[in-house]
């Protein structure tokens, strides 16, 4: 594993240069005072609780050994510049592992400063019974707690690191996660992806098409759960971003989603169940194609959706509707077909006919006679009936 160079947060400075026979004698009660150090911390740091027995008591106590070995080395030495690599390589490990426990850095510091005053207490007590005179017993004592600096800076590093490095890996993972719902990817496949992620998968997901300068604002807005795919989601206008939203299939859920996307200009799909979420962004996507202002409910266009479907085809349904009138001037035609389609619309009350073209009731009894005149039974026809709403619609 790639680590990043560590600043130690104190340069140690202080010679010591401990007697072979008290350095001796710290060594042989290594494990002694290491044991004590780890149940120490085990007992005032409530995060760590536990933690003694099991493969974490052993990393624990591993690391332990592993800086006060570190310690003795450096204190043995004549020179400030003694070897520390291990022992700071050791806590920058320790500290990415910590974090992923999920034990914060304030509980890791925490463990560093109560085991630092046990392993002073026992050690600087050896180091006493070894001989060790008052001034070295000082030095002892500045070395002690400045290396501690070093490994907490050390471990505070690794935490951080490894906090970022597996935030953007979730991230990462939840970016893909929300593509493989908005392409289709099998069942399998994206479950899998929901389990890689951490992400527990809802009832259902409503699928958002908006600009990407209201991305930030609406994701203040909606459920912590929302995901957003990366860039490349085939489809998306440009300019635009999609989100998938949690937890949004009632209609009672539905209304609190638009009441907290109102000032955006989004367009809602359908609540769908959440393995279903790319239809939900088809249809976003078709009805974003609609080119309507502001926030946009699905729900309240399907009619639209639906005769924009197949653009074609409804302009050759328009065409033989109106085939029949392809013979008067332009602007009879004009007129007889809004007739047309007010007298379908208004299911032939014409009063209402008359109210939308801005005519004397009269006159919509006059154009209707020619509509009839021209079509026959066919205004009476079911068929025709279904043809010429769709076409006119």
């Given at each position: 594993?790639?680590?990043?160079?560590v600043?130690?947060?104190?340069q140690?400075?202080?010679?010591?240069?401990?007697?072979?026979?008290?350095?001796?004698?710290?060594?042989?009660?290594?494990?002694e005072v290491?044991?004590?150090?780890v149940?120490?911390i085990?007992?005032?740091?409530?995060?760590?609780?536990?933690?003694?027995?099991g493969?974490?008591g052993?990393?624990?106590r591993?690391?332990?050994?592993?800086?006060?070995?570190?310690f003795?080395?450096?204190?043995?030495?004549?020179?400030?510049?003694?070897?520390?690599?291990p022992?700071?390589?050791?806590?920058y490990q320790?500290g990415r592992?910590?974090?992923?426990?999920?034990?914060?850095?304030?509980?890791?510091?925490?463990a560093y400063?109560?085991g630092?005053?046990?392993?002073?207490?026992?050690?600087?007590?050896?180091?006493?019974?070894?001989?060790v005179?008052?001034g070295?017993?000082?030095?002892f004592?500045?070395l002690?707690?400045?290396y501690?600096?070093e490994?907490?800076?050390?471990?505070?590093?690794?935490h951080?690191d490894?906090?970022e490095?597996?935030?953007?890996?979730?991230?990462?993972n939840?970016?893909?996660?929300?593509?493989?719902?908005?392409?289709?990817?099998?069942a399998?496949?994206?479950?899998?992806?929901?389990?890689?992620a951490?992400?527990?998968?809802?009832?259902s997901?409503?699928?958002l098409?908006?600009?990407?300068?209201?991305?930030s604002?609406?994701l203040?807005a909606?459920?912590?759960?929302?995901?957003?795919?990366?860039?490349d989601v085939?489809?998306?206008?440009?300019?635009?971003?999609?989100?998938?939203?949690?937890?949004?299939g009632?209609?009672?859920?539905?209304?609190?989603?638009?009441?907290?996307?109102?000032?955006?200009d989004?367009?809602?799909?359908p609540g769908?169940?959440?393995?279903?979420?790319?239809a939900?962004?088809?249809?976003a996507?078709r009805?974003?194609?609609?080119?309507?202002?502001?926030?946009?409910?699905?729900?309240?266009?399907?009619?639209?959706?639906?005769l924009?479907a197949?653009?074609?085809?409804?302009?050759?349904?328009?065409a033989?509707?109106?085939?029949?009138?392809a013979?008067?001037?332009?602007?009879?035609a004009?007129?007889?077909?809004?007739?047309?389609?007010?007298?379908?619309l208004?299911h032939?009350?014409?009063?209402?006919?008359?109210?939308?073209?801005?005519?004397?009731a009269?006159t919509?009894?006059?154009?209707?006679?020619?509509?009839?005149?021209?079509?026959g039974?066919?205004?009476?026809?079911?068929?025709f009936?279904l043809?010429?709403?769709?076409?006119?619609?």
């Amino acid at each position: 594993m790639v680590t990043r160079p560590v600043r130690p947060a104190t340069q140690i400075q202080t010679i010591v240069g401990l007697d072979p026979k008290v350095a001796a004698a710290l060594r042989s009660h290594l494990a002694e005072v290491a044991d004590s150090a780890v149940l120490t911390i085990v007992d005032e740091v409530p995060s760590y609780a536990g933690a003694w027995s099991g493969r974490m008591g052993e990393v624990i106590r591993n690391a332990v050994q592993l800086a006060l070995g570190g310690f003795l080395t450096l204190a043995t030495r004549q020179d400030a510049d003694a070897p520390k690599a291990p022992a700071i390589e050791g806590a920058y490990q320790l500290g990415r592992g910590e974090a992923r426990s999920g034990r914060t850095v304030e509980a890791l510091l925490a463990a560093y400063r109560i085991g630092a005053r046990a392993s002073w207490r026992d050690m600087s007590g050896v180091a006493v019974e070894a001989g060790v005179d008052s001034g070295q017993l000082a030095k002892f004592a500045e070395l002690v707690f400045a290396y501690i600096d070093e490994l907490s800076a050390a471990s505070v590093a690794g935490h951080t690191d490894e906090l970022e490095s597996s935030g953007r890996m979730r991230q990462r993972n939840l970016e893909r996660l929300a593509r493989a719902l908005l392409t289709d990817a099998p069942a399998d496949a994206v479950a899998a992806a929901a389990e890689r992620a951490g992400w527990e998968p809802p009832g259902s997901l409503t699928a958002l098409v908006l600009p990407e300068s209201q991305v930030s604002h609406a994701l203040t807005a909606l459920d912590p759960g929302t995901l957003q795919p990366s860039d490349d989601v085939p489809g998306l206008p440009e300019g635009h971003a999609s989100l998938l939203v949690p937890g949004t299939g009632s209609a009672a859920a539905r209304r609190t989603l638009l009441r907290a996307l109102r000032g955006t200009d989004a367009v809602v799909g359908p609540g769908v169940p959440w393995l279903e979420a790319a239809a939900s962004y088809r249809r976003a996507l078709r009805c974003a194609a609609l080119d309507l202002d502001g926030l946009v409910d699905s729900d309240e266009h399907l009619a639209s959706l639906v005769l924009a479907a197949d653009a074609s085809a409804r302009e050759d349904l328009r065409a033989r509707v109106l085939a029949p009138l392809a013979d008067l001037r332009p602007s009879t035609a004009e007129k007889l077909t809004d007739t047309l389609r007010s007298w379908l619309l208004h299911h032939g009350r014409r009063d209402a006919v008359a109210e939308e073209l801005f005519v004397h009731a009269q006159t919509v009894r006059y154009r209707v006679g020619q509509l009839r005149e021209i079509y026959g039974d066919r205004l009476e026809d079911p068929a025709f009936v279904l043809d010429a709403t769709l076409a006119l619609a």
